[in-house]
């Protein structure tokens, strides 16, 4: 089904990692959050923005339920009708629950939401041991699904999850990795029917491990960029300067290389590529803010050049008229707070609000046009 009104909901993926908790404590270190990572990044090379530094210092910690009241505020205000949060699944373990069940069982207002399971193995990998394996992915049978259900069913009810004719949006970050996926995906779809709801409507990531939904019972899938075009849609010209090119350089260390992208190369490409949708399913466009994930991978790191609140503005906007143009429900925009990566529209001390501000103006440009 076609968005009928022809306005794109612009959803931002949402990272729940900025608190501690006894898991991290034993494998990075007592205390340790997301902002660990960020507040020791160094700079790799001259003008290089590392660390990256929220605005005013905040560092907050996500299980004090009223930084994320500001943050809905804020989001709200630009123009993000809703976020997508990760949430974190180990064959009935959790990880990072606190604040999405905080932000479940609040009474008050709050933005539109749905849930990914971002379905993957936890490892060592920032410490460059990806094989050692800290939290295993099991995903077992019908009584693990029946468990799993249920703790996704107490989001469901909640008014302000996002639901398509009555069917809870789920999004799957690495469906080719679950075994019996839509065997899964069709008792899930049962059961939500014999809890009064239309099914379950999922949403399959295209990404660096995917590059096309591969489930039957899946309604729809979103593109996660940039990896989504860099890893899989190079649709690019032949012209000399119109090719993306990944430019890896030693440092004056010796033993360190980035690899640099042209952030304007990859979103030119982005919204020159006009693919139909996929095996008859819907397509969510996808979007990204910047990329520097310094923080997590240090000298190995990737980096997408001459990113700025400005060139963000003007991709969005064309991409929204796009998306608006082809009735897209929704567009998935990376992110709103993933501070390792460097992909994060929250305020900072060197753009302050610039990122949020030109997704308002984009969004409110694409309007005024329609009038």
């Known amino acids: 089904m076609k968005n009928e009104n022809n306005q794109v909901r612009v959803l931002a993926f949402y990272l729940p990692q900025y608190h501690s908790f006894p898991e991290n404590d034993a494998w990075w270190g007592k205390g340790f959050t997301e902002w660990t990572n960020v507040r020791k990044a160094e700079p790799l090379y001259r003008g290089h923005y590392q660390p990256q530094v929220p605005l005013g210092d905040d560092y907050y910690d996500?299980?004090?339920?009223?930084?994320?009241?500001?943050?809905?505020?804020?989001?709200?205000?630009?123009?993000i009708f809703g976020f997508c949060y990760y949430h974190y699944w180990f064959n009935g373990k959790l990880l990072m629950e606190k604040p999405l069940e905080n932000m479940r069982d609040h009474d008050g207002e709050k933005l539109p939401y749905c849930l990914c399971w971002a379905n993957e193995p936890w490892t060592r990998a920032w410490d460059g041991k990806d094989k050692e394996v800290l939290m295993p992915q099991v995903y077992g049978d019908e009584e693990e699904w029946e468990q799993h259900f249920q703790y996704l069913l107490t989001f469901f009810?909640?008014?302000?999850?996002?639901?398509?004719?009555?069917?809870?949006v789920l999004v799957l970050y690495r469906s080719n990795s679950i075994k019996n996926c839509d065997k899964m995906a069709a008792y899930w779809d049962k059961r939500a029917r014999e809890e009064n709801f239309s099914g379950i409507y999922l949403v399959e990531e295209v990404n660096s491990f995917q590059n096309v939904p591969v489930l039957q019972e899946s309604k729809a899938y979103l593109e996660y960029e940039p990896l989504f075009t860099v890893n899989h849609r190079r649709s690019f010209t032949e012209k000399a300067g119109d090719k993306i090119r990944t430019l890896a350089f030693n440092l004056l260390t010796g033993n360190r290389c980035v690899h640099v992208y042209d952030y304007r190369m990859v979103w030119r490409n982005i919204l020159r590529r006009n693919e139909a949708p996929m095996r008859n399913k819907e397509r969510f466009p996808g979007a990204f803010v910047r990329w520097d994930n310094t923080p997590r991978r240090g000298k190995d790191s990737i980096f997408y050049a001459c990113a700025s609140p400005k060139a963000f503005g003007r991709f969005m906007k064309k991409h929204l008229k796009r998306a608006e143009k082809n009735q897209s429900r929704y567009l998935f925009v990376n992110a709103w707070n993933e501070w390792g990566e460097g992909a994060y529209m929250e305020p900072d001390t060197r753009y302050g609000f610039a990122f949020l501000n030109a997704l308002r103006r984009a969004k409110e440009d694409v309007g005024k046009s329609k009038c």
Not at 157 to 168: C, G, H, I
Request: aromatic share 10%; charged share 25%; hydrophobic share 25%.
């Open 62 to 79: 996500l299980t004090d339920y009223s930084n994320m009241e500001k943050q809905m505020a804020q989001a709200g205000k630009s123009g």
């Open 157 to 168: 009810r909640d008014s302000f999850y996002l639901k398509e004719n009555n069917a809870p």
